[in-house]
């Protein structure tokens, strides 16, 4: 989407921006970022004594007690698993997990298929149950958004929304969670309800719905903005809208819940997957195996994106720009004339489907923080001449990237890897990405002559 993004290029400073640029059509208001949510590293622990009751909320969805939280931050990361070297949280979680496959009652505990099936049924309802639940929480949540649209032009509101979320931070609390909750209203949770006699059909379900999972990787792309503004209120205006409609838990907590469900989903999987293997239902297994999957790889595009969601200063729209492809450290220049001793800088380089974006990291990652990237330069991947190696590198870790977009300045861009290895991921990664571009350009031009050439390779 080329019209969402400017040529490539350097970034421009604030005193640059566009004048008279709408929030509507622009990019949303600038927002200092907190510190980051702790990435989806792993999956919850499922919590002792649990049942299919509405007071063991915090079993089903993460949280224990609304009333208990104090701001934003603290809040998310009592919620999210650190990202933490230590193995033993999941290992913890994964024992939690079969503790409580134990408990499920059995009408014959001797017989290991017989209690497989019952703790694969105890599972799917389990499923079923918290997606209900899931569903109500986020229909909370979309009351704030009603109760803030509809009062925001009253002139006598019973709860008037402060000044400054009114020039479009209050659009980017929610982000899409409205989708999100029409979605699973809609359609989702009823053809998962249809799954409850032919669990096969999950298999089918998770992969159809692959696309739509789409919706939580945008969403976490603007979790971190979003946390940062409620924090400010949270104690305030959004506590009184609160209290008005008698909600239990607090908007943070209802805004959290998008990314507890997929590790929900995540972890039911992979257990009702497991008992479907040890009970023989091998056609199940196999269907079971696809939504699961589904759900390990669009927690790791989210968490991904809640990373990218730190990056400041980049005036396209990320969520345009494809899927994320490779992100990492790199040694680069932007002066490729300064060979061969190059005077190179460590960035972040994050290299999507449409584009190739350059960042200053600043601040390092530890269990508790994680660093903040401040766009340099981008190049769009279709206007992008790369060559693979570069003269004089005799430990084979250098490539290069240009811009030839001709409406942007002259770029080119020398990056060196750690090691040969990742050098060899990169670009491999930039050869297949440059070639599938290529076929599609192909394809549009030249449909008929492009559809010949596929079936003679066939």
Request: one cysteine or more; hydrophobic letters at 30%; a negative charge.
């Amino acid at each position: 989407d080329t019209s969402r993004l400017p040529p490539s290029g350097r970034g421009r400073g604030r005193s640059e921006a566009v004048p008279g640029e709408s929030i509507e059509e622009g990019e949303d208001p600038e927002v200092e970022l907190p510190p980051p949510m702790r990435p989806i590293s792993s999956i919850p622990a499922a919590e002792e004594g649990s049942s299919n009751k509405r007071d063991a909320h915090g079993d089903w969805n993460g949280i224990s007690d609304g009333s208990k939280s104090t701001q934003a931050n603290s809040e998310t990361n009592s919620l999210l698993a650190a990202d933490s070297p230590k193995p033993s949280r999941i290992v913890a979680e994964q024992k939690s997990c079969d503790q409580k496959d134990n408990s499920v009652p059995s009408a014959d505990s001797g017989d290991p298929v017989t209690k497989a099936v019952e703790q694969r049924a105890y599972r799917l309802q389990e499923l079923l149950e918290s997606e209900r639940m899931y569903v109500t929480d986020l229909e909370q949540a979309h009351k704030y958004i009603t109760y803030m649209r509809e009062s925001k032009e009253l002139e006598e509101a019973d709860i008037r929304m402060p000044d400054d979320l009114r020039l479009g931070k209050d659009r980017m609390i929610f982000g899409n969670l409205e989708s999100i909750y029409e979605w699973h209203r809609d359609y989702f949770s009823k053809n998962l309800e249809k799954c409850s006699e032919n669990p096969v059909e999950l298999g089918n379900l998770f992969k159809k719905s692959e696309r739509k999972f789409q919706m939580y990787v945008v969403y976490c792309q603007n979790k971190p903005k979003s946390e940062y503004i409620v924090s400010e209120h949270i104690d305030t205006y959004f506590e009184e809208i609160r209290l008005k409609h008698g909600f239990k838990l607090r908007l943070t907590d209802l805004l959290i819940k998008p990314i507890q469900r997929l590790t929900k989903y995540h972890m039911l999987l992979e257990a009702i997957l497991k008992h479907s293997q040890r009970a023989g239902l091998v056609e199940e297994a196999v269907a079971i195996e696809q939504a699961f999957h589904v759900m390990t790889v669009v927690p790791n595009q989210a968490n991904d994106m809640m990373d990218i969601g730190r990056l400041q200063g980049f005036e396209g729209k990320i969520v345009a720009q494809g899927k994320l492809l490779l992100r990492g450290p790199l040694l680069c220049t932007d002066d490729p004339s300064s060979g061969p001793n190059y005077k190179m800088k460590e960035m972040t380089v994050f290299l999507f489907e449409q584009i190739m974006i350059f960042a200053e990291t600043v601040g390092k990652k530890t269990q508790f923080t994680s660093p903040v990237y401040t766009y340099k330069a981008h190049i769009q991947v279709n206007k992008m001449q790369f060559e693979e190696r570069v003269d004089g590198d005799s430990d084979n870790r250098m490539f290069k990237v240009r811009s030839t977009d001709p409406r942007g300045p002259p770029l080119t861009y020398m990056c060196q890897a750690e090691d040969q290895v990742t050098r060899n991921r990169w670009t491999g990664t930039m050869s297949k990405q440059l070639q599938t571009q290529k076929e599609f350009l192909q394809a549009l031009q030249a449909p008929i002559a492009y559809h010949n050439k596929l079936l003679k390779e066939l």
